[in-house]
């Protein structure tokens, strides 16, 4: 059975697993983020969601609040829900960008 290469959107999926354990595997537990390397890993790769939080401590209420299980760790699910709501605010600042609300039809 021939593979077929990876579509876009699964590359993107892939691309998201890579680099959430790019910074998982620096302390403790391989595949959780600690503290530390979720900072570091928002720091890298969300540069402008960070930019626009008015809440110094922004990073550590997120972790808070992603940290289901209260384990100090962000596990990838725990970490995904960071990444759906990002792209859900991505999306609706799309829409709004485009004000006349076809920003995603083809004219």
């Known amino acids: 059975q ?3 290469s990876p579509t876009q959107m699964e590359s993107c999926m892939e691309t998201v697993v ?5 910074y998982s595997v620096r302390q403790d537990h391989f595949d959780k983020l ?3 390397e979720m900072s570091q890993l928002v720091h890298k790769q969300f540069p402008n969601w960070l930019k626009e939080q008015k809440n110094p401590k922004a990073i550590e209420e997120l972790f808070k609040q992603l940290d289901q299980d209260q384990d ?7 970490f995904m829900v960071f990444i759906c709501k990002l792209t859900i605010a991505t999306h609706e600042h799309i829409h709004q960008e485009g ?5 995603h039809h083809q004219h």
């Open 18 to 22: 890579n680099i959430f354990h790019q």
């Open 2 to 4: 021939v593979k077929m």
């Open 72 to 78: 100090n760790q962000l596990s990838f699910g725990e």
């Open 34 to 36: 600690s503290k530390k």
């Open 99 to 103: 004000d006349d609300g076809h920003a």
